[in-house]
């Protein structure tokens, strides 16, 4: 049996960054040997394949099967379709131009992949990410896997939904380019105009986040390398994001994923980002005495912070985005 204890030492002794947000970033993060094994096992280095169809099918039988995933569809027949043409859509989200569909390893066919799974399911795994967050474990459970991503998968920026505690993510891909590729995950940070959303989440914590346009933020990160591991805490600023747009049929997006999430969160508000778009006349209409989309907030507010924006005072509309009640 594989021993992969020694990844818990380096998670333990991993500096936490500040930048783009508070994270984790560890290159080189299995030891050459095994990550060498990892991805030339049976269940990684798939074989170069001729059609969607077949690929499917090839994935399907080394033990894959289709998830529930953001930014992705569940039907591989609907999705093949889809591929022919890659239209756009916003069938996932409106930030969004095109989805995609994942599929999670659940009976490894190879011993290493076996190992690996049972270790990033063990308690040990679980409570090492949670004690570097500061998570108390008993307030949340683990789910984790080993994942492929193909073409077309997008989630627009977001910064993740308050039930998420904690997030990993390693890549593990099976390409010798596939740094070069465009299937990574961008970190990012709201623009300055737009840093008004962050301070609307955190003064709100009964509303849920949502994902935004891509032009809302700048990329400040891309995690490219091969063998990497981020892992953060969600809040209001951890935004990130990924389009794919490559050639699964010579080898797919493949990463070790993970998440622990909190066992109970309070009824949130939905808020979709149209309603907090306010520097888009189409999206934010600021006339009359009608209630803002935001929650209900009053247009008297509302038009407070459009002021703080064209002012770009962030701190006053951080002030009143607190205090709603005192503008009603």
Not at 134 to 147: E, F
Not at 187 to 196: G, H, Q, R, T
């Amino acid at each position: 049996m594989k021993n992969f204890n020694y990844l818990i030492q380096k998670i333990e002794d991993a500096k936490i960054l500040s930048e783009p947000f508070l994270h984790i970033y560890i290159e080189n993060f299995f030891d050459e040997n095994d990550f060498h094994e990892i991805v030339n096992s049976s269940g990684i280095k798939t074989l170069k394949f001729n059609n969607d169809s077949e690929m499917f099918k090839s994935l399907f039988s080394l033990g894959y099967k289709i998830i529930d995933f953001p930014g992705c569809i569940t039907s591989h027949e609907e999705y093949i379709e889809w591929h022919k043409k890659k239209d756009i859509s916003h069938l996932s989200n409106t930030s969004c131009e095109s989805f995609g569909l994942t599929l999670r390893l659940m009976q490894p066919g190879s011993s290493i992949l076996q190992d690996l799974k049972n270790f990033i399911e063990s308690y040990e795994f679980s409570s090492t990410l949670a004690k570097k967050f500061d998570i108390p474990l008993d307030k949340v459970n683990a789910d984790n896997g080993i994942q492929k991503y193909l073409d077309g998968y997008e989630i627009s920026p977001h910064p993740d939904v308050r039930k998420k505690a904690l997030t990993y993510m390693i890549n593990i891909n099976p390409n010798d380019d596939s740094e070069k590729i465009t299937q990574h995950t961008h970190y990012l940070k709201l623009k300055e105009k737009y840093n008004y959303v962050k301070i609307f989440w955190e003064g709100n914590p009964d509303v849920e986040r949502c994902w935004v346009p891509w032009d809302w933020c700048d990329s400040q990160f891309i995690q490219s390398q091969n063998n990497s591991l981020v892992m953060f805490s969600p809040n209001c600023s951890t935004m990130h994001a990924v389009k794919a747009n490559y050639n699964h049929l010579l080898g797919q997006r493949t990463q070790l994923y993970g998440n622990l999430w909190f066992n109970e969160v309070s009824s949130l508000k939905k808020l979709e980002w149209e309603s907090l778009d306010l520097l888009n006349k189409k999206n934010h209409k600021m006339e009359g005495s009608k209630l803002s989309p935001l929650l209900g907030i009053p247009t008297k507010l509302v038009s407070k912070i459009k002021e703080s924006l064209l002012r770009r005072d962030l701190s006053h509309y951080e002030k009143i985005s607190r205090q709603p009640d005192d503008y009603k």
